[in-house]
């Protein structure tokens, strides 16, 4: 028997890194689960390497594209049980404020902060027709602490992220809905390893301060996330899910 057996997972973001380990994850524990992202071709091979998976393109900063998403899901699987909000970007003109254009920022607040907002918009509907269901926004732990090498537009992203899945949760908490912020730390994804492929100084100075001496990988990320769709989650609500490996509870880490 699995955790998520007879549950329906949408999860944005897919395709690759993170949302495609998790995708795999919630799919052996029997969860029907929606592989949500924009390319269509890695999107499709994500739901066919996992056991019960259907690929829907989206793009999570248009409202209709969300719309069409969860109209889709409930079409092919009779309803959405978890939201898994995981759709991220993090582009290299995100950088100081200094030098980060304003279309630079509108562009990650699109995707990570409004993209949020609308598959909660749109989502959160299709879990109360189930009579509630678990949503689970991806923030980080940015939203917690500052940096020096900044990216300010992300930073920005994910504490709003974080903020409005608090609201979210008190709102909706006696309608049997939770919603749980989950703030990874760094994570070895295709995403974060290319900004240091060709930068070892830049991934030693943030490995300096991982108390465990290493990221995370995408597996033990999605096992949170894996938790927190679950019923063992039950009264995990509002929280502010930290799995960055003792990062943010860092002053001076073991030499």
Do not use: W
């Not at 989206?58 to 959405?80: C, I, M, R």
């Not at 902060?113 to 949503?135: D, M, N, Q, T």
């Not at 732990?141 to 994910?158: N, W």
């Amino acid at each position: 028997m699995g955790r998520l057996d007879g549950r329906v997972a949408v999860i944005t973001g897919a395709a690759g890194g993170i949302g495609r380990e998790a995708a795999m994850l919630f799919s052996e524990e029997g969860a029907s689960v929606v592989v949500a992202d924009v390319g269509s071709s890695a999107g499709g091979e994500a739901a066919a390497a996992c056991r019960r998976a259907t690929f829907i393109e989206v793009d999570v900063s248009n409202a209709e594209s969300v719309q069409t998403l969860y109209a889709k899901a409930v079409e092919t699987y009779g309803g959405v049980d978890i939201l898994y909000n995981n759709a991220g970007i993090m582009p290299p003109d995100d950088d100081s404020i200094l030098t980060t254009e304003a279309d630079a920022y509108d562009r990650v607040q699109s995707v990570n902060a409004k993209g949020v907002f609308l598959c909660c918009k749109y989502g959160i509907p299709r879990l109360l027709e189930r009579g509630g269901g678990s949503v689970i926004n991806v923030a980080s732990f940015v939203a917690l602490v500052g940096a020096a090498t900044s990216q300010i537009g992300y930073t920005a992203s994910k504490g709003a992220v974080l903020s409005m899945s608090r609201e979210l949760a008190v709102q909706f908490a006696r309608q049997g809905v939770r919603v749980n912020a989950l703030c990874p730390g760094p994570v070895e994804t295709p995403l974060l390893m290319r900004l240091f492929s060709d930068n070892a100084a830049a991934y030693e100075r943030r490995r300096i301060h991982l108390p465990m001496g290493r990221l995370a990988t995408a597996r033990e990320i999605a096992n949170a996330a894996l938790f927190l769709a679950s019923g063992e989650s039950s009264y995990v609500n509002g929280a502010t899910f930290l799995v960055d490996g003792g990062l943010t509870a860092a002053y001076v880490t073991p030499e």
